[in-house]
């Protein structure tokens, strides 16, 4: 089944024109796309309705027709499209809140009740993969900014998320960091993982997506 599925799908903020002309595409299994458009386009807005941001949070009239792996994104409960969608946003600390590296991973998993052992286990696999498992006892407050964004990732990661949405999660990061977080998400596409993101840079869209679609 196709994570997403778009057909003359559009939204509008109250009084306002719609964000985008009616969209079609289809995300197919274990692809890679980046949304493109000028600033204002609309890219963020598509990936909150994706996530079901919108409008479940943020009120927004839509049209046309938005399948989450064959259904609406409404149809499914938290923990249900928690296990469906991760998303990294723009800047880390809109999603951390924990006292520590490893708490802040956990978060997730707890919410979901799994079983102790498996969230050890799903904590360590993450914070090693983004290169943070030394910093677990740490207070995300002492990390650097690129840090705090690969632990934003480590705790979408954590999830196992079937679908990744990253919006411009590499453009607040420095050199090291980004090349981190980009050895990261090139090992995750080989390994099959569906990715939909925005990112300004074109060299970053070149090396991570297989197509691009404009908005």
């Known amino acids: 089944m196709n994570p997403l599925t778009l057909q003359n799908f559009t939204l509008t903020y109250s009084g306002e024109q719609p964000v985008f002309a009616p969209l079609s595409f289809t995300l197919q299994p274990g692809e890679a796309v980046a949304l493109g458009g ?11 309705s994706v ?3 919108v409008p479940g949070s943020i009120p927004a009239k839509t049209e046309g027709e938005l399948l989450l792996f064959g259904r609406p994104p409404a149809d499914y409960n938290h923990a249900e499209r928690t296990a469906l969608v991760g998303m990294v946003f723009q ?3 809109t999603q951390l809140f924990c ?7 956990a978060f ?3 919410n979901l009740c799994m079983p102790r052992a498996q969230m050890q286990t799903r904590v360590r696999e993450s914070l090693e993969q983004v ?3 030394e910093r677990r006892t ?3 407050s002492r990390l650097s900014g690129g840090q705090k964004q690969l632990l934003a990732l480590a705790a979408a990661l954590a999830l196992r998320p079937r679908l990744l949405l ?3 999660a590499l453009s607040q990061l420095d050199e090291q960091a980004c090349a981190r977080m980009m050895d990261v998400l090139l090992s995750l596409k080989r390994a099959g993982q569906t990715m939909l993101f925005v990112d300004h840079d074109e060299a970053r869209r070149r090396a991570l997506a297989d197509r691009e679609v404009l908005l």
């Open 51 to 53: 996530c079901g941001l």
């Open 131 to 133: 290169g943070l498992w």
């Open 91 to 93: 800047t880390a600390e």
């Open 166 to 168: 990253l919006d411009e």
């Open 38 to 48: 000028e600033s204002g386009a609309g890219k963020s807005s598509l990936l909150h």
């Open 99 to 105: 006292g520590t590296v490893e708490l802040e991973v």
């Open 108 to 110: 997730g998993l707890e």
């Open 138 to 140: 740490e207070s995300p």
